[in-house]
C-alpha cells in the first residue's frame, strides 16, 4: 500500500511541475506577445508621426508621397493593432512613451534622403518584429496581425529602398 501511494504521489509531483513549466511558458510567451504588443504600437504611432512631418517637409514628390501612404496604412494597423490589445487586455503605450525622432533643422533634398534612408531602417527592423511574431507569438490574433501586416511593410521598405536610391 506504501508502494502505491508513494507512485501516485510522484506522478502527481510530476504532473504538478509539467503545469507549472507550462503556465512558466504561458506565462513568458504572453510576456512577449505583449512586448510585440508595445513595440509594434511605438514604432507604428512613430511612422505616422514621421509620415505626417515628411507630406509637410519633403521636396520631393516621390517622398511626398511616400508619406501619405505611410500615415494611411501605419494608422490602419495602428487601430486594429489597438483592437486585438483591447480585446486581450494588453496595455498599449501612449505618445508619450514613443521615441521622439524629428528632422526639423533638414530641409530639401537633404530632409529627403535622412528621411527615407530613416524609413528604410526602421522598416527593416519592423520587418523581423513581425516576423518573429508571426512565427513565435502565442497568441493567435496577435500571430494573424502580424502575418497580415508583413506584406504591406515589405511593400514599404521596396518602396523606401527603391525612392533612396533614386535620391543619390
Not at 501605419?74 to 524629428?102: F, G, Y
Not at 534612408?117 to 527593416?124: A, F, G, L, T
Not at 502575418?147 to 523606401?160: E, G, N, V
Request: glycine share 4%; proline share 2%; charged share 35%.
Amino acid at each position: 500500500m506504501a508502494k502505491a501511494q508513494s507512485t501516485t504521489i510522484g506522478e502527481s509531483d510530476t504532473k504538478q511541475r509539467n503545469n507549472d513549466e507550462r503556465d512558466q511558458m504561458s506565462q513568458a510567451t504572453s510576456n512577449a506577445d505583449e512586448r510585440f504588443v508595445k513595440e509594434a504600437s511605438k514604432d507604428g504611432m512613430k511612422e505616422v508621426m514621421m509620415g505626417n512631418e515628411g507630406r509637410s517637409k519633403a521636396s520631393s514628390m516621390r517622398v511626398k508621397n511616400f508619406s501619405e501612404m505611410i500615415v494611411r496604412d501605419h494608422t490602419k494597423a495602428n487601430e486594429e493593432l489597438k483592437s486585438i490589445a483591447a480585446k486581450n487586455k494588453m496595455t498599449m503605450p501612449d505618445k508619450d512613451d514613443m521615441d521622439k525622432h524629428s528632422m526639423s533643422d533638414k530641409t530639401g533634398s537633404s530632409y529627403d534622403k535622412e528621411f527615407m534612408d530613416m524609413m528604410v531602417s526602421d522598416h527593416k527592423k519592423a520587418i523581423d518584429l513581425f516576423q518573429n511574431q508571426s512565427k513565435n507569438g502565442n497568441n493567435p490574433e496577435l500571430k494573424a496581425f502580424a502575418t497580415r501586416t508583413l506584406p504591406i511593410l515589405q511593400m514599404h521598405l521596396d518602396s523606401a529602398m527603391t525612392i533612396q536610391e533614386s535620391l543619390r
